[in-house]
């Protein structure tokens, strides 16, 4: 029978989801201020992968420890610690101009953002029915994901108003405003150990099934690398310098992409919760889109025209909501016991091949123009090298689904083939 979240759990999902946006807002800042990053340090591309790739690394070898201690503490206790973290990252970050601190700003921003969104995603799982589940995930995202917004105009506006310090400054002071909206929401015990009232949390698992965990990694890194390389990075630098935009521009289409996953994400949501069994064609038809995406904007050897680059950030922006997708499958693979590790697991899927993306196309970059002149054909060269961790993540889907698929069906779960299905549909129409 399925539980109606109270009010209670809708001000604690509130509040998690202001924690959350708070932590994209620090995760993006330094994409709006690549080209100031390279003039304060003085750096060139590859450094400035090195900031960029040295928070998501942190981020992502701490995704499995924060879900354990997520596991152990609850997640009110993670979401504090870990936006005081971040709030001491953006304090450092404003007030130094050295290179080696600034790695380490870096890594404590990675490792304050590592718990807030499985943590928030666990009091998804633990407040609200399970049928509701995908549809809260996606709408906990789409609250994050809203900071990404905030990095793209204001903070961005900021950034060129009142410099680099009092940026930064402020990035801390709001970060240390949710580390106390979150520790004011009182959640009952059992909720900070794991249990929601009245759910047991096991609704809709047929099997544990560490291949389904597997899967929900490959779908995490494979959907979300692209979206994330343009907006956590090369996206202003590559409009503005190789395709000829105005920062004013750029920053719209950094918009565009955020606004386009909000878009997206009840949609992704309503099709995981009505489609458990083809979740993995939600994903794998969105790796093809995003394939033939890249390939329009790279082939051509002249700048793209505003409406290609606006369609183009729009297909990859999909990438948010389809990897949450990766969340869903640990929600019904995992032991219910390690949840929180389950989901740090996957959500470790887009740091990974984040950074190798934004390693790839930093390196690449150095290698074809190393006197420091990106121009269209040094960007076409190196974000071609995204097919690399692409085909990795599309191989990493398709075995880990068959192999889930067989768990399943050791446990009773049959998945019909989908012409199977689709005859049967046509049938009944047919019928009537």
Same mark, same amino acid.
């Given at each position: 029978?399925?539980?109606?979240?109270?009010?209670?759990?809708?001000?604690?999902?509130? %509040? !998690? *989801?202001? @924690?959350?946006?708070?932590?994209?807002?620090?995760?993006?800042?330094?994409? +709006? #201020?690549? =080209?100031?990053?390279?003039?304060?340090?003085?750096?060139?591309?590859?450094?400035?992968?090195?900031?960029?790739?040295?928070?998501?690394?942190?981020?992502?070898?701490?995704?499995?420890?924060?879900?354990?201690?997520?596991?152990?503490?609850?997640?009110?206790?993670?979401?504090?610690?870990?936006?005081?973290?971040? %709030? !001491? *990252?953006? @304090?450092?970050?404003?007030?130094?101009?050295?290179?080696?601190?600034?790695? +380490? #700003?870096? =890594?404590?921003?990675?490792?304050?953002?590592?718990?807030?969104?499985i943590s928030a995603t666990r009091l998804v799982a633990h407040w609200f029915p399970p049928r509701k589940a995908p549809q809260m995930v996606q709408l906990t995202s789409q609250i994050g994901q809203a900071g990404q917004l905030a990095t793209a105009i204001p903070v961005a506006w900021l950034l060129h108003a009142q410099g680099w310090s009092a940026t930064f400054l402020v990035l801390a002071g709001i970060g240390a405003i949710a580390a106390v909206v979150v520790s004011v929401v009182?959640?009952?015990?059992?909720?900070?150990?794991?249990v929601a009232p009245g759910t047991s949390g096991t609704s809709a698992r047929p099997t544990v099934s560490r291949a389904g965990v597997r899967l929900g990694f490959w779908t995490h890194f494979t959907s979300l690398f692209s979206a994330n390389?343009?907006?956590?990075?090369?996206?202003?630098?590559?409009?503005?310098?190789?395709?000829?935009?105005?920062l004013a521009e750029a920053s719209l289409l950094l918009t565009v992409l955020t606004l386009s996953k909000l878009v997206f994400s009840p949609l992704?949501?309503?099709?995981?919760?009505?489609?458990?069994?083809?979740?993995?064609?939600?994903?794998?038809?969105?790796?093809?889109?995003?394939?033939?995406?890249?390939?329009?904007?790279?082939?051509?050897?002249?700048?793209?025209?505003m409406w290609q680059l606006v369609l183009f950030v729009t297909a990859i922006a999909a990438g948010g909501p389809v990897a949450l997708v990766g969340i869903d499958y640990a929600r019904t693979f995992a032991d219910t016991r390690r949840m929180g590790a389950a989901n740090g697991l996957v959500n470790a899927g887009a740091p990974v091949s984040t950074i190798i993306a934004v390693g790839l196309v930093g390196a690449v970059l150095q290698l074809a123009a190393p006197g420091g002149d990106y121009d269209l054909d040094a960007?076409?060269?190196?974000?071609?090298?995204?097919?690399?961790?692409?085909?990795?993540?599309?191989?990493?889907?398709?075995?880990?689904?068959?192999?889930?698929?067989?768990?399943?069906?050791?446990a009773g779960v049959l998945v019909p083939p989908?012409?199977?299905?689709?005859?049967?549909?046509?049938?009944?129409?047919?019928?009537?």
């Open positions: 029978m399925a539980v109606r979240a109270s009010r209670t759990a809708w001000w604690v999902f509130a %509040a !998690a *989801g202001a @924690a959350y946006f708070v932590a994209i807002m620090h995760r993006t800042a330094l994409g +709006v #201020a690549g =080209v100031e990053a390279l003039d304060r340090f003085g750096i060139g591309a590859t450094a400035l992968s090195a900031l960029s790739v040295t928070q998501i690394g942190a981020y992502a070898i701490l995704q499995v420890p924060s879900g354990r201690l997520l596991d152990r503490f609850g997640p009110r206790t993670m979401m504090v610690g870990g936006s005081l973290v971040m %709030a !001491a *990252g953006q @304090a450092l970050m404003a007030t130094t101009d050295n290179f080696a601190w600034a790695i +380490v #700003a870096r =890594v404590l921003l990675g490792a304050g953002d590592a718990p807030i969104f009182r959640t009952p015990h059992e909720a900070e150990a794991g390389t343009v907006a956590l990075l090369w996206g202003v630098p590559f409009f503005i310098t190789a395709q000829g935009r105005s992704v949501g309503t099709a995981t919760a009505r489609h458990p069994l083809r979740r993995s064609w939600v994903v794998l038809v969105f790796a093809g889109v995003t394939a033939a995406a890249w390939i329009l904007l790279l082939v051509p050897s002249t700048p793209r025209p960007y076409r060269l190196a974000f071609a090298a995204l097919a690399i961790p692409w085909a990795v993540g599309v191989v990493g889907i398709v075995r880990s689904r068959a192999r889930a698929r067989a768990d399943w069906a050791a989908l012409r199977e299905v689709l005859e049967r549909r046509r049938s009944r129409r047919q019928g009537h």
